[in-house]
């Protein structure tokens, strides 16, 4: 049997109107008790606001700046703190280095005392070869490896000023230039390549 003639309909929800800004503005002052100055004030502020919206959004805007700038690091506050010592260092100069900025190749503190003892390894084993001494490779690698050696030994605490006087990198490139030159004068010597450049030397002389 139908009985939808007698169902009874359910109840409704009555939900309130939407809103806008203005129209919830109007009701809510209709309920609260606001002098009539006041309202006149609020009035008069709202359609100033709504006849220049430009003014909103370039108030927004200084607001966003001014927030940005209270957290934007700068040279005179910092964003990171590195260290604590009696001066501010620099990240990446003197006691503030961090890093040497070339990738697979990280800060050494020993820097300066292994180009002592890696360039002397290299006139020690010059000294102990059969190259000889008037070899243009010999005399120049001597050349390099003694004034390095002098450089690091009369400033064994001041890696800064090794670096500008040797004028070759960062202390930690010196080192590794050391590493690199000690292959190349195995092979130099295990190929006995100055017997070589003497011959080529040689052959130009009766070039004509």
């Given at each position: 049997?139908?009985?939808?003639?007698?169902?009874?309909?359910?109840?409704?929800?009555?939900?309130?109107?939407?809103?806008?800004?203005?129209?919830?503005?109007?009701?809510a002052t209709?309920?609260?008790?606001?002098p009539e100055?006041?309202?006149?004030?609020?009035?008069?502020?709202?359609?100033?606001?709504?006849?220049?919206?430009?003014?909103?959004?370039?108030?927004?805007?200084?607001?966003?700046?001014?927030?940005?700038?209270?957290?934007?690091?700068?040279?005179?506050?910092?964003?990171?703190?590195?260290?604590?010592?009696?001066?501010?260092?620099?990240?990446?100069?003197?006691?503030?280095?961090?890093?040497?900025?070339?990738?697979?190749?990280?800060?050494d503190p020993?820097?300066?005392?292994?180009?002592?003892?890696?360039?002397?390894?290299?006139?020690?084993?010059?000294?102990?070869?059969?190259?000889?001494?008037?070899?243009?490779?010999?005399?120049?690698?001597?050349?390099?490896?003694?004034?390095?050696?002098?450089?690091?030994?009369?400033?064994?605490?001041?890696?800064?000023?090794?670096?500008?006087?040797?004028?070759?990198?960062?202390?930690?490139?010196?080192?590794?230039?050391?590493?690199?030159?000690?292959?190349?004068?195995?092979?130099?010597?295990?190929?006995?390549?100055?017997?070589?450049?003497?011959?080529?030397?040689?052959?130009?002389?009766?070039?004509?």
């Open positions: 049997a139908d009985h939808g003639e007698n169902e009874t309909p359910g109840p409704t929800l009555n939900r309130p109107p939407l809103l806008s800004a203005r129209a919830r503005y109007q009701h209709s309920i609260v008790s606001i100055e006041a309202r006149g004030d609020i009035d008069r502020q709202q359609e100033d606001n709504n006849a220049r919206p430009h003014r909103r959004m370039i108030s927004r805007f200084a607001q966003f700046a001014a927030r940005r700038a209270l957290v934007r690091p700068s040279v005179s506050r910092p964003a990171v703190s590195f260290f604590s010592t009696e001066e501010t260092p620099v990240p990446g100069f003197g006691k503030g280095k961090t890093s040497t900025g070339i990738v697979g190749l990280p800060v020993d820097a300066v005392s292994k180009i002592v003892v890696k360039y002397q390894e290299l006139l020690d084993k010059m000294a102990a070869s059969d190259m000889p001494e008037t070899a243009q490779y010999r005399m120049d690698l001597e050349k390099i490896a003694r004034f390095r050696i002098k450089i690091a030994m009369e400033n064994p605490d001041d890696p800064d000023l090794v670096e500008d006087l040797v004028q070759c990198g960062q202390v930690e490139e010196l080192v590794k230039q050391a590493d690199d030159e000690m292959e190349v004068l195995d092979m130099y010597l295990s190929t006995r390549m100055w017997e070589l450049v003497a011959s080529e030397d040689d052959a130009d002389d009766f070039e004509v």
